[in-house]
């Protein structure tokens, strides 16, 4: 009886992972949310090869979306002699862009930093790689104190962070989207308002914290029916806050 209920736990589960991850695909489709239930952990801190191949292929799967152009520069010198810094080279649609060639560059690191090493690595990115903005995307617990999960410094970029052992890049889509923004903004009308990113980023951490209790819902469910039950009963709260978050954030990103 145990191990049916056992099982009956993790399919459950998954059916209603797979089930938020479908309805919020609906709902944003152009910031696609994966979650997935592999452990990826162990390889994503193993090797910093690994969870670049996770960034490219997210970067690529949002870039489709907005004919947009990603390009991976790790092995690539840039305009600095013997320098390589700036992974990924972002080239925005150019029917967007008044057929001018905008774009923003994306640095992975899968370590720590402090937040002067990673101000540099902005700067660094962006010199190198001739681009107007820039992003360094850390894995879960990598990403410097001061700056949390998601927080953007005007004199040198964005910086987030992405939880890998879920598979959940929700601050790398929006990071994404919020670059894209601003240097289309820029372009097409210097004079609308800013956008809120103090607002954008409250609302990124707060969607965050919901993604964080549906991925730990696993580690607390018991082997009872009553373990079952509770997650059934949080499960349509949880997705109403997320659904509701996400349609914020993509509200500021459109005023």
Wanted: hydrophobic content about 35%; proline content about 3%.
């Amino acid at each position: 009886i145990v191990l049916g209920i056992t099982v009956l736990t993790d399919e459950r589960l998954v059916t209603l992972i797979n089930t938020l991850e479908n309805e919020y695909d609906a709902k944003l489709g152009n910031l696609k949310m994966l979650i997935k239930k592999e452990d990826i952990k162990a390889k994503g801190t193993q090797k910093g090869g690994v969870f670049e191949d996770l960034l490219e292929n997210r970067l690529q799967e949002i870039a489709k979306l907005q004919n947009d152009t990603v390009i991976n520069t790790t092995k690539e010198t840039g305009l600095i002699p013997n320098n390589k810094k700036g992974d990924f080279v972002i080239i925005l649609n150019p029917e967007e862009t008044l057929g001018t060639e905008i774009k923003f560059v994306l640095e992975s690191k899968n370590s720590s930093l402090t937040i002067p090493k990673t101000f540099e690595e902005l700067d660094l990115g962006k010199s190198n790689r001739g681009a107007s903005l820039a992003m360094i995307v850390f894995p879960k617990g990598c990403a410097p104190k001061e700056t949390g999960k998601f927080r953007y410094y005007p004199e040198h970029g964005l910086v987030c962070e992405i939880n890998q052992e879920i598979g959940d890049t929700l601050a790398l889509d929006i990071g994404y989207k919020f670059l894209r923004t601003m240097l289309i903004k820029d372009i097409q009308t210097p004079q609308t308002r800013a956008v809120d990113v103090k607002r954008i980023s409250d609302l990124v951490t707060a969607a965050q914290k919901t993604l964080d209790t549906i991925s730990g819902m696993k580690a607390t469910i018991t082997n009872t029916s009553t373990g079952i039950l509770k997650l059934n009963d949080g499960l349509d709260t949880l997705k109403n806050n997320l659904f509701t978050l996400l349609s914020q954030i993509e509200d500021e990103l459109k005023k």
